[in-house]
Nanobody, 125 residues
Framework: QVQLVESGGGLVQSGGSLRLSCVAS????????LAWFRQAPGKERTFVAA????????DYGDSVKGRFTIFRDNAKNTVYLQMNSLKPEDTAVYYC??????????????????WGQGTQVTVSS
């Protein structure tokens, strides 16, 4: 059974940085699109960033462009989300997602097959 396990969340002050990690097991990692989503209390889960299985192709939500960077290490079966210049509105549970796919990533929650349990990020003002 595929497992995605996120880590790296925590409490940080506004303007600070965090790096989230997501380690996959029993997944054809190198053949998968990987993504990060987030969900704030009382709100829908929304797209943050995604990376295709090969090459530098990435996609970002408008609210995080220029501040967040997604990258992957296929040798470690790990995808990362580097978050800089954090704002209080970035506070949410962050989820890792994956889909075995050769094409471009999607921003849709329903497109992804596998999900992690989430890691809490809290940004104080």
């Amino acid at each position: 059974q595929v497992q995605l396990v996120e880590s790296g969340g925590g409490l940080v002050q506004s303007g600070g940085s965090l790096r989230l990690s997501c380690v996959a097991s029993r997944l054809t990692f190198s053949g998968s699109v990987l993504a990060w989503f987030r969900q704030a209390p009382g709100k829908e889960r929304t797209f943050v960033a995604a990376i295709r299985r090969s090459g530098p192709s990435t996609d970002y939500g408008d609210s995080v462009k220029g501040r967040f960077t997604i990258f992957r290490d296929n040798a470690k079966n790990t995808v990362y989300l580097q978050m800089n210049s954090l704002k209080p509105e970035d506070t949410a549970v962050y989820y890792c997602a994956a889909r075995y796919e050769a094409g471009a990533p999607s921003t849709s929650v329903n497109w992804y097959t596998y999900w992690g349990q989430g890691t809490q990020v809290t940004v104080s003002s």
